[in-house]
Each structure stands twice: as structure tokens, then as C-alpha cells.
């Protein structure tokens, strides 16, 4: 069934009207100072639209894991503010969720005002696994925007969680998929569908066991599967190597037989390493071969062999979907590998291949790093929801704007 979008909603009319936004500010925070706006500026063009055709704005998200209870260094304050510089509008913070605050403030909104609502993961039933209590979190968030009320789903980084504000809302709602939402689906499509080759997938980041369903859905379908980050180590492990005190699943090493059994013209593994004396930025370092790790050494990065081989992989490429780094990219001296890897991606996209970056650390290294954003086809706000769609999963925020009017 096709989902509704924000062009539908507009075509409806919502001057005047609570239009109640679900999106995705969870920005990383240092002693309370943005350091990557990144999602903050790919959720504007939904609110901004919006609040343009006189509706009445009710910005909702949550930030970092609070236990369900207010958080002051979670407070959604300098989304806030940021926000606002975005829009070029003043965004109203309420001081609570669903609260006296919240309701006065909703109550006040004149056509094209925006209100946030503070972190709503401050309340416990937004994520509570009991559907009543996640239920009456929802009426009291549509009782904000009122019976004329609509709902936008404009989180992608949320849409496989089956919350209150993501889930529960579109039920009681007429329901739309925001700019965000529409496209990231758009994009996750083509990956699994008419997929031109070669298609390459480069994965990365720190488990195996957070890959694997991925790696088990994709290999079968891809050209090329390289393989990077803190996760190269348990599939390095399994091919007998002494990997120092790199990161390392044990528990996952047969599982990593087994995949190299079956997939071994697929997957590609790095053959050097930078390896370090301890994790951190001013360590010792060395580069080596896979199988003359140090005792006690750990890899913090791929080498500059593995980077010309996976760049070499990827430039070719007519698809690529990259998710996770190669390396602690945070650390300038085991940058080079996410650095070499990104740069293929955008060598690959300007001769016209469809490249997309999934979302998380990945989308943060683009921007650590100073690369173009522009220079990919499409970057991801979405790393857990990006790979639980490439898995086939089926994503509770996704199929309830499926499921008819609200």
C-alpha cells in the first residue's frame, strides 16, 4: 500500500491546522555543545514547509538514553536553539513532554508557530514495551495538535522502534511520511531492488554481531563485500591469525568461519593494519600485515595496502552502501582508512555510480573529515534503521503509514 507524504498533506490544507512531527534530533552532545547538527539540518525542510503553509507546529524527538524519567544534560534546549537558527524562526521549548507546560504552549500556537517538546524519552511509556501504556502517551501527544490534528513521521533514525511517538500516534492520526522519511525509503529501495552493478557494500564499526544479519542478507546479493573497522579482527581470528588485544567476539569466530566458507569471492578483508599500543590518540603506532600483529598490540585502523585494494573495489563500483568506519576516525592518526574509503565513494559517485553513506558514525566520519557531503549520492540519518531494512526486517514506523487513515 503506498504511504501518504507530506505533498498529500499539503494538498489537503493545514493552515490553521496542530500538525504533530516526529523527528530525529538526537545530535551528540559534548558538555552541552552540539558537535555534529547534522540531523537538526535534515529535519528543517519537513518543519519549514510546514510552518510556511500556516500550520501549527509540535516538534517531538528525544535525545541520548535517558531512564524515562528528566535528564537535565538531555534537555533538548540547544536543539532547540539550533533549530531556530536553522528555520530562522523562534522554536518554543516546552519545559515538559505532555505536561501543563506542553499543553499551554500547544494551546497558544498561532499559524506557522513551532513548538519542541522536551525529550520525549523523558517519559517512561514512550519506549515501554506495554501497548497501553505506550497508547496513552499517544492521546496525550494528539491531544496537542487537537482533533483536526495530522501526523508526520520525519524520524528516519527511529522508524524500526515500535514507540509512542513513532508508532502509536500514526494510529490515532492521519498519518504522512515527511521529506525525510519518503526519500531515505527512496534510496533504501533501490538498494534492494534494481541494484546496478557491481554493486559493493563496505561495512565497518566495532561488532560482528551487529553486522551479521546484514552481512547474511546482502552477500548473497552484492559484487563485493569489504570488510573494515573493529569487526575485521573477529573475521581475521578466524582465519587463524593472532590479532594482539584487538577487538575481538569470540563468540562470533565459527560464525566467521562459516561466512568465509560461503562467501570467500565476496568478502574482502584488509591485509595490513596500523596497530597501537593503546587506544589512544598519541600512541605508539605501526603499520603491519595482518599476521604480524604485536602481543598486546591492537588495531585502531586498516592500512594503507588494504585502502588502495578497497578504494581500487569501490571506485569501480556502479552501487555502494557504506556503514561504519574502517577505524577510531576520531583519532587523526588512524583516520586513513575511513578517509581513503570515503574518497572512493566520492570518486565512484562522480562517474555516476548511486552511492550511499548509512547514516551513524559513517555520516559523522563524512563530516569529521571535511568531505563533501554532496560528493555522495544520498547520506543516511538512520544507521540502525538503514541496515534493519537492508535485512529485510520489516520497520514498525514504516508500516503503520501503510495502514490506512489514522
Not at 238 to 256: K, P, Y
Not at 269 to 290: C, M, N, Q, R, Y
Request: net charge negative; hydrophobic share 45%.
Amino acid at each position: 500500500m503506498a504511504v501518504k507524504t507530506l505533498q498529500d498533506l499539503l494538498a489537503e490544507g493545514v493552515e490553521g491546522r496542530g500538525v504533530l512531527v516526529r523527528s530525529d534530533l538526537n545530535v551528540p552532545l559534548d558538555n552541552g555543545v552540539i558537535t555534529d547538527p547534522g540531523r537538526i539540518i535534515a529535519s528543517v525542510p519537513t518543519i519549514k514547509t510546514l510552518a510556511e503553509a500556516g500550520a501549527k507546529v509540535v516538534v517531538t524527538a528525544h535525545l541520548g538514553r535517558p531512564k524515562g524519567e528528566p535528564d537535565p544534560k538531555l534537555s533538548l534546549a540547544p536543539v532547540a536553539a539550533k533549530l531556530s537558527e536553522e528555520l530562522g524562526r523562534n522554536v518554543q521549548l516546552a519545559g515538559d513532554v505532555v505536561g501543563q507546560d506542553a499543553l499551554a504552549r500547544s494551546e497558544g500556537l498561532t499559524d506557522g508557530d513551532v513548538l519542541l517538546l522536551e525529550n520525549i524519552r523523558f517519559d517512561p511509556r514512550e519506549t515501554s514495551k506495554d501497548d497501553a501504556q505506550r497508547q496513552k502517551l499517544a492521546r496525550a501527544l494528539v491531544e496537542l495538535v487537537g482533533d483536526d490534528g495530522a501526523f508526520v513521521s520525519d524520524g528516519f533514525g527511529v522508524v524500526h522502534r515500535k514507540q509512542a511517538s513513532v508508532y502509536d500516534v500514526a494510529q490515532l492520526l492521519p498519518h504522512y511520511a515527511g521529506t525525510l522519511v519518503a526519500a531515505e525509503v527512496d534510496v533504501l529501495r533501490k538498494l534492494t531492488t534494481d541494484t546496478e552493478r557491481p554493486y559493493a557494500v563496505v561495512l565497518g564499526g566495532s561488532k560482528v554481531s551487529d553486522k551479521l544479519a546484514v552481512i547474511e542478507a546482502l552477500a548473497p546479493k552484492v559484487d563485493t563485500l569489504v570488510i573494515g573497522g573493529g569487526m575485521c579482527f573477529t573475521f581475521l581470528a578466524a582465519q587463524g591469525l593472532s590479532v594482539g588485544s584487538s577487538l575481538l567476539q569470540e563468540e562470533m569466530i565459527d560464525t566467521c568461519k562459516d561466512l568465509l566458507e560461503r562467501f570467500a569471492d565476496v568478502i574482502h578483508l584488509p591485509v595490513d593494519i596500523v596497530a597501537a599500543d593503546k587506544f589512544a590518540a598519541d600512541a605508539e603506532s605501526k603499520t603491519v600485515g595482518v599476521n604480524e600483529i604485536p602481543e598486546g598490540w591492537m588495531g585502531l585502523d586498516i592500512g594503507p595496502e588494504s585502502a588502495k585494494r578497497f578504494a581500487a573495489l569501490l571506485t569501480e563500483a556502479r552501487t555502494v552502501f557504506w556503514n561504519g568506519p574502517m577505524g577510531v576516525f576520531e583519532f587523526e592518526a588512524f583516520a586513513a582508512g575511513t578517509r581513503a574509503v570515503a574518497e572512493a565513494l566520492v570518486s565512484a559517485t562522480a562517474k555516476g555510480a548511486f552511492t550511499v553513506v548509512g547514516g551513524g558514525d559513517s555520516a559523522a566520519a563524512v563530516r569529521t573529515l571535511g568531505l563533501p557531503e554532496d560528493g555522495f549520492s544520498h547520506i543516511s540519518t538512520g544507521g540502525g534503521a538503514s541496515l534493519e531494512y537492508l535485512e529485510g526486517k520489516q520497520l514498525p514506523g514504516i508500516s503503520v503509514l501503510e495502514d490506512g487513515e489514522g
